[in-house]
């Protein structure tokens, strides 16, 4: 059977075959892969990784994040928000600077 460090350079790699063949052999879901004192999805390994195509298959595969990383999905959603806020700010001013201008 595969152990988790394959999981883990298959989901960063984006080794999605080799990922689908462990779950087609009746591979379990949710292990987790353990570093620098802590346990990491599959999920995240991918996605840290930008392999989104991996992370669709993964949760598909019915993987899922841990806690932690949900908490830090949300603060990275609320970073995303703010960051669309200013620019969204920002290009309303410069439409304006320029009807001013004309």
Same mark, same amino acid.
């Given at each position: 059977m595969t152990d988790i460090?394959?999981?883990?350079?298959?989901?960063?790699?984006?080794?999605?075959?080799?990922?689908?063949?462990?779950?087609?052999?009746?591979?379990?879901?949710?292990?987790?892969?353990?570093?620098?004192?802590?346990?990491?999805?599959?999920?995240?390994?991918?996605?840290?990784?930008?392999?989104? *195509?991996?992370?669709?298959?993964?949760?598909?595969?019915?993987?899922?994040?841990?806690?932690?990383?949900? *908490?830090?999905?949300?603060?990275?959603?609320?970073?995303? *928000?703010?960051?669309?806020?200013?620019?969204?700010?920002?290009?309303?001013?410069?439409?304006?600077?320029?009807?001013?201008?004309?």
């Amino acid at each position: 059977m595969t152990d988790i460090k394959e999981l883990w350079e298959y989901a960063c790699n984006g080794n999605i075959e080799e990922l689908k063949k462990y779950y087609d052999d009746g591979g379990s879901i949710n292990n987790r892969y353990f570093k620098f004192g802590e346990g990491h999805s599959l999920i995240m390994g991918a996605f840290r990784n930008n392999q989104f *195509d991996t992370v669709e298959y993964l949760i598909s595969a019915g993987e899922e994040v841990t806690k932690k990383e949900y *908490d830090e999905i949300c603060v990275e959603m609320r970073k995303f *928000d703010i960051m669309r806020e200013l620019t969204e700010q920002q290009e309303q001013s410069v439409r304006m600077n320029k009807s001013q201008s004309m």
